[in-house]
């Protein structure tokens, strides 16, 4: 077993994910398939090889600091699950 | 000849000689979508007044000149594409009701070249899958056997343009995702190189591999497609500021002379006897066009999957970070602090295949696993990716199969994940080295499934890719039969 039942719990809440019981089972199962198939990456020797990040070579994309438009907020705000002014509203953060 | 099964350029000559309306074209549509959008079910939304909108103001343009290639031409689009004012879901609970305050760019390209659109269309949620099935809006079926998948993750844009619901569609390509679906349905995809069509306003799944691209009815509407969407733009950093030619130009010049590899790892076992075949009658078929064809090897082909399901699931579980119930998409009234509010709105937000893939990658990216996954994987991409090179020192372009089968049953491989990963083992590496290829129409199994032959070329060749397709297209003389549904 690459991960036990505990780490699918670990890796769930950094993926801030909540799972029931019988789904954790599931998970666990199936997650631990894939991951023991993505062994055969390390039949491959790659000392020495300069990991690929991107599909194509580009520098960095610079453009001048000029003030462009922008969506506006009432436009984003439109979308808000719970809104209050021009903010976004969401459940208590600290006591 | 109903006006919706004709293709985009016999709709524009039609249009320009003043033998019909778009006004006509999109009635010609929308009565095709009522007769069969109940069984095939291609469109997640459809949006009859804007289309009508469009193609009155269509018309209008045509009268006064003012037409280009796509003006009045019904073009679905897949709802992974940003349009202002029309919901935009991604395929998921979690953007059911989000409607986008701006336009993807080839929207917006779409609106100034005078396209009509019919609607948004089906598709695995946030692009993962190989089937349409994971739609939380249900699944989409193959217009050539209703019991059958149509391919995914774009299924209901392929499926759209099979069964004559538009005339053209709109697609995104991560492994395979416009190229499989394309194949499964009979019509022609393409995903253009990386950075050829901007990604702006397209909703991220794996930024260093989603590209968007075209479905058709034959390879000169991929073209005329690819004129309308490819160049670089501004606001997608990693578009490339590289020249754009008309790619119509390519369609007629012939492959005499050409040198095309067909990879020896490609011919696995369990590819299905049919396909190969049909295959096998392409390399004669392109042989005969006055093309050489030499075997080459692509030696890092066997990794490509594992490859895939570690760097896409990672690059998902960071995009993905921003669904949190905060800004916009579905939040769960439940929670009764800022973390349980964005634990349940993802849970019951996310089908299960997004999920699976979010774990994948979190764990992936995690502390102390970082190294043997992702590093690993983006160092054997850097492998494949100099497999291409070397292949196309020998050879112009490569002739491969799309897909290990045809066309599925339904729930056939949704209880088991790693089975459906298998299915884009031909299509993936053209996404991790980012070069372009395409899917073409190449015959049918006995029991009437279509099979799809793909071409790949070197980076931004696709006028070299349009060329030895329409070559292809012109010398198979494939039966242009059409799905009864």
Sequence with gaps: MKLSREDVEHVAHLA???FREEEKEKFTLQLNDILVYMDILNKVDTAGVE??????????????????NSVGVEKILTNAPDRMGGCFRVPKVIE | MELSTLTIHELQRMLREGETTSVAITESVFKRIEAVEDKVHSYITLTEDLAFQQAEQADRNMQSGRGGPLTGIPIALKDIVCTEGTRTTCGSHILENFIPPYDSTVVRKFREAGAVFPGKTNMDEFAMGSSTETSYFGITRNPWDLSKIPGGSSGGSASA????????AIGSDTGGSIRQPAALCGVVGMKPTYGRVSRYGLI?????????????KDVEDCAIMMNAIAGYDPKDSTSVPAEVPDYTRFLSKGIEDWTVGVPKEYFIEGIDPEV???VKRAMQVVEDAGAKIIEISLPHSEYCVAVYYVIAPSEASSNLARYDGVRYGFRSREGRDLMEMYKMSRSAGFGDEVKRRIMIGTHSLSSGYYDAY?????QVRALLRRDFDEAF???DAIIAPVTPTPAFGIGEKMDDPLQMYLCDIFTISCNLAGIPGISVPCGYTKSGLPVGVQFLTGHFEEGKLLQIAAAYERHAEIER?????
């Design chain 2, 276 to 278: 190969l075949d049909a």
């Design chain 2, 481 to 485: 039969r059409r799905p009864e549904i």
């Design chain 2, 374 to 378: 992702y590093k690993k994987a983006s």
């Design chain 2, 161 to 168: 343009v099979a069964a004559d619901e538009c005339i053209a």
């Design chain 2, 393 to 395: 020192r020998q050879c």
């Design chain 2, 204 to 216: 991220a799944f794996a930024s260093s591999l989603d590209q968007i691209g075209p479905f058709s």
């Design chain 1, 51 to 68: 990991p690929m990040t991107h599909a194509i070579t580009l520098n960095n994309a610079f453009r001048d600091d000029e003030v462009l």
């Design chain 1, 16 to 18: 801030r994910l909540n």
